[in-house]
C-alpha cells in the first residue's frame, strides 16, 4: 500500500517569499503524484500532476513540482507566493493507471501574510 | 469542463435514520468513481471506488454494509449512510475520474447525525 508524508503541517510566510512544500511517497511501483489546493470554504482543486516524461511539472498559478524518484519525493514549489495562496495543500498519490482511489499526505496549511 | 457536483451539500439527520449522498459528473463520463471521508483539519481517506454496474470495492476497516454504493450510470454515484450515529458525521467528498486518469472532486457533503 501507499503512504504519502507531508513534512510541514503548518508554513506561515510573508508575501512574495519563496514557497517550497515537501511530499514524499512510499510504493514500489509505478505512481501517478498529484498536489491539490482548498481554498477555504472551496472543494479539492488540481494544481499539477505527474504521470510520466519531464520530472519537473508545471501547474496553475504559478507553481511547480519536481518528481525525484531516487529520493521518492515530489516537492511543492513557487517561487514568489500571493496572499490568495493561503490555503491546505495536499499531496496525492495512486498507483499508475489511474484506476485505484488516491493516498493523501495530511496536508499543509498555509497561510500568507501580507 | 471536468465539474463534479455533489447534492445534498450539507445534511442534518437523527441517528438511527438513512441518508443519501449524490455525485454526479456534469460534463463527462466517468466509469470510475471515488468516495473519500474528511475528518476536521485532517486528510482525506478514501472510503471506497465505485465502478459503473459493478460492485463498490471497499477500502480495510469500512462498513460495506453501512455505507451503500450505487454507480447507476457513468455520471452518477450514490452513497447512502445507513443507520446513521453521530460518529459518521464527517465530511463526504467523491470524486470522478476523467480521461488521462485525473481525479476530479466534488464540493462535498457537510453530515450531522444528532
Known amino acids: 500500500a501507499q503512504s504519502v508524508s507531508q513534512h510541514n503541517h503548518h508554513v506561515i510566510l510573508s508575501e512574495a517569499a519563496s514557497l517550497e512544500l515537501g511530499c514524499n511517497y512510499s510504493?514500489?511501483?509505478?505512481?501517478?503524484l498529484f498536489w491539490y489546493v482548498q481554498y477555504p470554504g472551496q472543494h479539492l482543486q488540481l494544481l499539477l500532476k505527474?504521470?510520466?516524461?519531464?520530472?519537473l511539472v508545471k501547474g496553475i498559478k504559478g507553481f511547480e513540482a519536481e518528481f525525484i524518484k531516487s529520493k521518492f519525493s515530489f516537492n511543492l514549489r513557487k517561487p514568489s507566493v500571493q496572499w490568495s495562496d493561503t490555503a491546505e495543500y495536499f499531496c496525492a498519490v495512486t498507483a499508475g493507471g489511474g484506476a485505484d482511489g488516491l493516498t493523501f499526505g495530511k496536508g499543509t496549511h498555509l497561510i500568507i501574510q501580507p | 469542463g471536468a465539474v463534479v457536483s455533489q447534492h445534498p451539500s450539507w445534511v442534518i439527520c437523527k441517528s438511527g435514520t438513512s441518508v443519501k449522498i449524490e455525485c454526479r459528473s456534469l460534463?463527462?463520463?466517468?466509469?470510475?468513481m471515488f468516495w473519500y471521508r474528511q475528518f476536521p483539519k485532517q486528510s482525506l481517506m478514501l472510503m471506497a471506488t465505485?465502478?459503473?454496474?459493478?460492485?463498490?470495492?471497499?477500502e480495510q476497516g469500512v462498513e460495506k454494509d453501512k455505507f451503500l454504493i450505487n454507480h447507476a450510470s457513468l455520471t452518477l454515484s450514490t452513497l447512502t449512510v445507513t443507520s446513521a450515529h453521530p460518529e459518521d458525521s464527517s465530511f463526504y467528498i467523491c470524486?470522478?475520474?476523467?480521461?488521462?486518469?485525473?481525479?476530479?472532486f466534488g464540493p462535498g457533503t457537510r453530515l450531522t447525525v444528532l
Open positions: 470524486s470522478a475520474t476523467g480521461l488521462g486518469g485525473t481525479q476530479y
Open positions: 460534463d463527462f463520463q466517468a466509469t470510475t
Open positions: 505527474y504521470f510520466s516524461g519531464d520530472p
Open positions: 510504493y514500489g511501483g509505478t505512481v501517478n
Open positions: 465505485s465502478n459503473e454496474g459493478s460492485k463498490a470495492t471497499y
